[in-house]
Structures are given as C-alpha cells and as structure tokens.
C-alpha cells in the first residue's frame, strides 16, 4: 500500500493566518490525491480533487498544489469554522489510502 | 443530490459477523456510472477504505480485509451491504457508506452519516 505522511499532526493559529499541510507519499502518485475536511462527529467533506482543483461550494481561501510524491494544502485566511481535522488521500494505487490527518485549531 | 444512510447493529460479539446496510435515496444505485463505497474510521483516528461495489455487482476489496469482507448490492431495494466476519475489538469503528459525483470512484462528495459498530462481548 502507498503510505501518505501528513505533517504537522496538529497546529494552532490565529484567525486570518495562513496554514499549510504537507502530505507526503511514499511513491509517485502523480497527481491522484484527494483532501478532506472532517469535523468532530461529521463524515468528511471532500476540498480538493486531484491535487488542485477546488470542489463546487468550497471557499476559495482553501487550496491544493503538487504532484509526484510532495503535496500541499492551504487554507490562506483561518476562519474559525475552519477547526476540523484534515486528510489527504491517494488514489493512484489501490487500496486508496489516508494520511494520518492534521488537527487544525484556533490560537 | 444523493443521501446515503447506514443501518445495522451498533455492537456486535467477538467472532460474529458485522452487517451494516446503506440506503440511497436521490438516485438510482442502478443508473450506472457508480461505485458504491465503504470507508471506516476507528476511534480517534485515520480512514481505512474497506472496499467498493458496482450496481453489477463487481467489487474490490482492500487486501488487509478481503478475507473477511464481503460487499453486495439490492438494486430493488437501492441498497448496498458490507459484512465483516470473525470480528475483534479491532474492528471497533465508524463506519461510513460513501460515492462519487464525478468519474472517479474513490473521489468521496457523497457520504452516511456514520454509524459506530462496537465489537465487545
């Protein structure tokens, strides 16, 4: 199975800062991967699909960049309903498979 | 706009058999085009994909279960099912029926709402 790495595992900041989530494979995945958003006792609410592209609905302060093995999420202004825990996922090979998550919280 | 429920037992003995059951409602399992998901999340953690089914009846299963899982579909019912047999405590989790909008069949907009199914005795 590919591994997906997210760093950091948790994070604070402030209201209007910017945030950054790294998501790393183990190998090449192009640019199949997938981010979600998780609130507490919620099913995940798909941001971004392959990599980049913003999913209908979804603010535009949250944005997803890379390819191959080195993935980022951003989030470009922190609102607080933006506090949820946050998941890559890679679907190039199969079994589809999660990151760990990152914990994002308010300062 | 699809809705997916998933019903069954929220606990379940050790060594028996776990069955949940999705409903779909605001489209057709049958229409085509479709793969009809599960993914579990155990408690304070990651997501784990368990497997897929088409409205064929064709599925996939990830490797780490598919000894143990089994997906169908009840097109007449508009339903899919998962059943996870010989169950530990490790399979204590929520468990999510999900789908897709678009082409890709691991491309989640469409989820339950989750169902905990603890395995204690």
């Known amino acids: 199975d590919i591994q997906m790495t997210q760093s950091p595992s948790s994070l604070s900041a402030s209201v209007g800062d910017r945030v950054t989530i790294t998501c790393q494979a183990s190998?090449?995945?192009?640019?199949?991967l997938n981010w979600y958003q998780q609130k507490p006792g919620k099913a995940p609410k798909l941001l971004i699909y392959?990599?980049?592209n913003l999913e209908t609905g979804v603010p535009s302060r949250f944005s997803g960049s890379g390819s191959g093995t080195d993935f980022t999420f951003t989030i470009s202004s922190l609102q607080p309903e933006d506090i949820a825990t946050y998941y890559c996922?890679?679907?190039?090979?199969?079994?589809?498979?999660f990151g760990q998550g990152t914990k994002v919280e308010i300062k | 706009q699809v809705q997916l429920q998933e019903s069954g037992p929220g606990l379940v003995k050790p060594s028996q058999t776990l069955s949940l059951t999705c409903t779909v409602s605001?489209?057709?399992?049958?229409?085509?085009?479709?793969?009809w998901s599960w993914i579990r999340q155990h408690p304070g953690k990651g997501l784990e994909w368990i497997g897929y089914?088409?409205?064929?009846?064709?599925?996939y299963y990830n490797p780490s279960l598919k000894s143990r899982v089994t997906i169908s579909v009840d097109t007449s019912k508009n339903q899919f099912s998962l059943k996870l047999s010989s169950v530990t405590a490790a399979d204590t989790a929520v468990y999510y029926c999900?789908?897709?909008?678009?082409?890709?069949?691991?491309?989640?907009?469409?989820w339950g709402q989750g169902t905990l199914v603890t395995v204690s005795s």
């Open positions: 392959d990599a980049s």
């Open positions: 190998q090449d995945i192009s640019n199949y």
């Open positions: 089914i088409y409205y064929s009846g064709s599925t």
């Open positions: 605001g489209g057709s399992i049958s229409s085509g085009g479709y793969y």
């Open positions: 999900a789908t897709q909008v678009r082409w890709n069949p691991f491309e989640y907009n469409y």
């Open positions: 996922q890679q679907y190039d090979n199969l079994p589809p498979t």
